[in-house]
């Protein structure tokens, strides 16, 4: 009976020891995989709410400035939210991302500058402009997504 209540407690420590760490760092990961989506989708509100404006079907160009200017913001540091290791559990992140740091860090880089020229456009409040730069920087999303974002399951 005592032998057997050691033993038991014995083997709960152990797991204790072992599941710790383990549940810390799959929980920081989560943490952070839940971040990066929570931004990433509060980039495709602004996309979609700046997409009504410049396809002319709300008259809401007075918010235009601030919808590029969120998502200028995000981009301004998109590679942050990719930190090694945060490509498993509940993420669409492909393992590219690490695999093909530099390819990643080129994408980042296009993704920026095309957010920041529609910024820009849209300061200008040219329509013509914000068109043009508007589709240059939804390709520039799409570009990232091509490589480095697991496809959506049918
Ligand atoms: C440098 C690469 C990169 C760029 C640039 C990028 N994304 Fe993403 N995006 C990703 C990755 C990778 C994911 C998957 C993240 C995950 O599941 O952990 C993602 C996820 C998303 C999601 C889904 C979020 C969710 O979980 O519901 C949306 C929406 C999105 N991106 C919109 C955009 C828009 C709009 C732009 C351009 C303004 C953009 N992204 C630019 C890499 C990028």
Redesign the pocket.
Known sequence: MIHNLKTSSLGICLLAVVALPATTMGAETEDI?KY??GV??S??GH?AAAAQIVRGKVDYADDLVYHAES?ARS?QT??SL?PKDTDFGE????DA?WSQADK?KQ??EE?RAA?KAFVDAAKANDKAAFAAKFKA??D??KA??KD??EKKEQ
């Open positions: 995989i990066r989506q990433m989708k980039v495709g996309t998502i981009m998109v590679e990719f993420t669409r992140a492909l991302i990643f994408v980042s993704s957010t920087m939804v520039s999303c990232c997504h480095f974002r």
